[in-house]
């Protein structure tokens, strides 16, 4: 159980264009979801919070223009990079929380690459 | 706020050697503390956790972490590493009662040497 589900798993773009990734909680409901990002031999830092039916929290200097979340259910949110440029490179990941204290279910991740 | 400090960025054992992951965490309230490991370009996946109670905790593949208030360590340990534990493993905290986001460490790169 509490799997999460994240697609696509790597996507190279254009610069310029945007890129939507989803993340999908299949066997709960998700309130709350978490969108990471990780550089290369570095750790995961938190771009912002999901929360469904209302607007994400993001974290200090995050463009919160440029990295939209949309949390429109309880099972789905989306982190679309608009107008991609190559320093947007990363690896993106997005979390869930499931019933109990703190379960905290990770995706597999998107690699992202700007071309 | 919370911080956490993995003091080794890489450690190389041998296979079936024992090997010790430290984490150092800074905190003015209580944490839940976690243990993440992570395969090359995959998510991140749980493999111990303390939240209360007993203050050594163990995964279902030998690995153990054991919470130590007074030092503000959760150091990971194994008694004999496999070559399929060559992974990136990551310290994380949560404040208890708190906003439920996780702070991780930098990680430590486990390479496991035939």
């Known amino acids: 159980g509490a799997v999460v589900s994240q697609h696509p798993s790597r996507v190279i773009c254009k610069s310029g264009t945007s890129v939507k990734i989803e993340c999908r909680s299949l066997d709960f409901q998700a309130t709350t979801m978490f969108w990471y990002r990780q550089f290369p031999k570095q750790s995961l830092m938190l771009m912002a919070t999901s929360n469904e039916g209302s607007k994400a929290t993001y974290e200090q200097g995050v463009e919160k223009d440029k990295f939209l979340i949309n949390h429109a259910s309880l099972t789905l949110s989306t982190l679309t990079v608009t107008s991609a440029h190559p320093e947007d490179s990363s690896f993106y990941i997005c979390?869930?929380?499931?019933?109990?204290?703190?379960?905290?279910?990770f995706g597999s991740g998107t690699r992202l690459t700007v071309v | 706020a919370q911080s956490v400090t993995q003091l080794d960025s890489q450690v190389p054992v041998f296979e079936e050697a024992p090997v010790e992951l430290r984490c150092n965490y800074s905190?003015?309230?209580?944490?839940?503390l976690f243990w993440y490991v992570q395969y090359p370009n995959q998510g991140l996946q749980l493999l111990l956790k303390y939240l209360s109670g007993s203050t050594l905790v163990e995964s279902i593949n030998g690995f153990e972490a054991e919470f130590n208030k007074s030092q503000t360590s959760f150091h990971l340990r194994k008694p004999s590493v496999h070559i399929s534990d060559t992974a990136e493993y990551f310290c994380?905290?949560?404040?208890?009662?708190?906003?439920?986001?996780?702070?991780f460490g930098k990680g430590t790169k486990l390479t496991v040497n035939p």
């Open positions: 979390s869930a929380r499931a019933q109990g204290p703190y379960g905290y279910t």
């Open positions: 994380a905290v949560s404040e208890k009662g708190g906003s439920e986001k996780l702070v």
């Open positions: 905190s003015s309230v209580s944490v839940y």
